[in-house]
């Protein structure tokens, strides 16, 4: 079973910039797709960000051209950078593979408020 633990979440003010990270209990990143979610209040966790073992990344159209996905195979560590917030961002982040195939982690709130 793999653990995940996010990071770097907190309050922001529009137009701000957070760094989240999710460290990963086993070493999978050299072979699965993994994926940073949120979920808002009442609404449906989404991903907004895939990386794949080859590099390559996806967006969802809402965090396109504003977040940046990454990962750090030797530490077990995937990334999210977040610039450019809206209001409309707030939300706990989670990670997990892409699909998702475990667990849950216990996510991280971003908060984009004046």
């Known amino acids: 079973q793999v653990q995940f633990v996010e990071s770097g979440g907190g309050l922001v003010q529009p137009g701000g910039s957070l760094r989240l990270s999710c460290a990963a209990s086993g070493n999978i990143f050299s072979i699965y797709a993994m994926g940073w979610y949120r979920q808002a209040p009442g609404k449906q966790r989404d991903v907004v960000a895939v990386?794949?073992?080859?590099?390559?990344?996806n967006y969802a159209d809402s965090v396109k051209g504003r977040f940046t996905i990454s990962r750090d195979n030797a530490k077990n560590t995937v990334y999210l950078q977040m610039n450019s917030l809206k209001p409309e961002d707030t939300a706990v982040y989670y990670c997990n593979s892409a699909p998702n195939r475990w667990a849950w982690g216990q996510g991280t709130q971003v908060t984009v408020s004046s």
């Open positions: 990386i794949i073992s080859d590099g390559s990344t």
